[in-house]
């Protein structure tokens, strides 16, 4: 069946293209929340003599479009979607054309690091999303405690504190469903905890996950710091629990900067604030970044014009515009500071500070096998917080099917 529906979806990506031979129209494939408003589209028109078709999917379909259309030698766009998490499977097929910038250009978007690589620049992020740490500052003093924590040693004696003083029952929260973002926090964890994930072939760095490991079944399954409905809840949902007031602190996604002072999504308006992700003996000198980009198909007829509106759209002031109508957070520095000097960006100096120290936990770039890999360790993770598998049989387990993808 799914051979079928490949071998459909690719004739009806033929007949598109073929429609196609406009040099001065492109096709973008982009996910809802990436889509331009009318006026700005009109605005690049005017200024660069192209039209642009936007074609609407959803995140997930836009990936198979795109392999299925390049196995019949052909471009599912002209411009598209590329997630952090492709880049290696995407490199590796040699799906997409390299994009000259600036060193510059490079310096002001550190969230740039997972679309390069052996130095060429694969895809432009357009959102910014790396982890940052939040915590409940009324909860913090109520338990008397004065500051952030710096440490994950403090983190945990924090939130042991406010437990114990009745203020909340679950004050950490982390996603252990099985699912994505159950990768993505084991990896942050690891990374900020620990300096590293993989080790130089690869492959899991034991006493970093390991001891990750142990540190979750330490607060899901022996102090009872995490509700375990996050074994089945979705990522959001675990992250959401900062905004209610269930939580006390969350490592999460950068969007939470706004979030968390938005009425219509927040009960603790003014009372949750941003800090440095915290590290082993300080706050931590990396953070993992989860950014989208937009790149240009090799197989495209309009390279060209695609290249145009790659960089238009990863220019200083769209980026600003992008924020105000989806607020979607920059990936350029000067632009975030810009939000938050005009009060747009609430409390949100931290984000400065944070984004200046992403970096790959991925030794050799994001391999081409991280869609199998991303399936192994959430549901270890999972089978591990339902109690099936101890924190040493979760690590043996996605350790060995990790080496056997090697």
């Not at 690719?10 to 990436?34: R, Y």
């Not at 089945?232 to 706004?258: C, H, Q, W």
């Not at 009060?343 to 790959?360: D, R, T």
Request: negative net charge; charged residues 20%.
């Amino acid at each position: 069946m799914k051979k079928i529906i490949s071998f459909i979806l690719s004739i009806l990506i033929l007949s598109c293209s073929s429609k196609e031979t406009n040099k001065n129209t492109i096709t973008v494939m982009v996910p809802d929340w990436a889509v331009p408003s009318e006026e700005m589209l009109n605005a690049f028109e005017e200024e660069n003599g192209i039209k642009v078709n936007m074609n609407i999917l959803s995140w997930d379909d836009i990936k198979d479009k795109i392999a299925i259309a390049a196995a019949g030698g052909l471009a599912a766009a002209d411009v598209v979607e590329v997630d952090w998490s492709w880049v290696g499977e995407f490199y590796s097929a040699d799906f997409l054309e390299p994009i000259e910038i600036s060193e510059e250009d490079k310096k002001s978007m550190p969230s740039i690091i997972p679309f390069t690589v052996d130095n060429k620049v694969l895809a432009l992020p357009y959102a910014n999303d790396f982890r940052i740490a939040f915590y409940n500052t009324n909860h913090f003093y109520k338990a008397g405690i004065e500051k952030a924590p710096q440490t994950w040693d403090e983190v945990y004696e924090s939130i042991k504190k406010i437990k114990e003083a009745g203020i909340t029952q679950y004050p950490f929260s982390i996603s252990l469903s099985a699912s994505e973002n159950t990768t993505t926090s084991l990896i942050w964890l690891a990374y900020s905890k620990y300096g590293r994930v993989f080790n130089d072939d690869g492959s899991l760095n034991k006493e970093a996950v390991l001891g990750s490991l142990e540190f979750i079944n330490q607060l899901l399954n022996v102090d009872k710091l995490i509700d375990p409905a996050n074994n089945t809840a979705n990522g959001l949902d675990s992250y959401r629990k900062i905004n209610n007031g269930e939580a006390s602190f969350i490592v999460g996604p950068t969007s939470f900067v706004s979030r968390v002072q938005d009425p219509n999504e927040s009960t603790v308006v003014g009372e949750v604030l941003p800090t440095l992700l915290p590290g082993s003996t300080s706050t931590s000198d990396k953070t993992f970044a989860l950014p989208e980009g937009l790149g240009v198909l090799k197989l495209s007829k309009n390279k060209e014009a695609a290249l145009k509106f790659v960089k238009w759209y990863n220019s200083a002031k769209i980026q600003k515009e992008l924020n105000y109508i989806q607020n979607t957070m920059p990936t350029r520095i000067d632009v975030m500071q810009e939000l938050i000097d005009e009060g747009k960006l609430k409390n949100a100096q931290p984000l400065i500070e944070e984004s200046k120290l992403i970096a790959s936990p991925f030794v050799n770039g994001v391999p081409t096998y991280y869609s199998q890999m991303t399936t192994i360790i959430f549901n270890a993770v999972n089978q591990m917080a339902l109690g099936v598998l101890t924190p040493q049989q979760a690590f043996d387990d996605m350790d060995t099917k990790i080496k056997e993808l090697l």
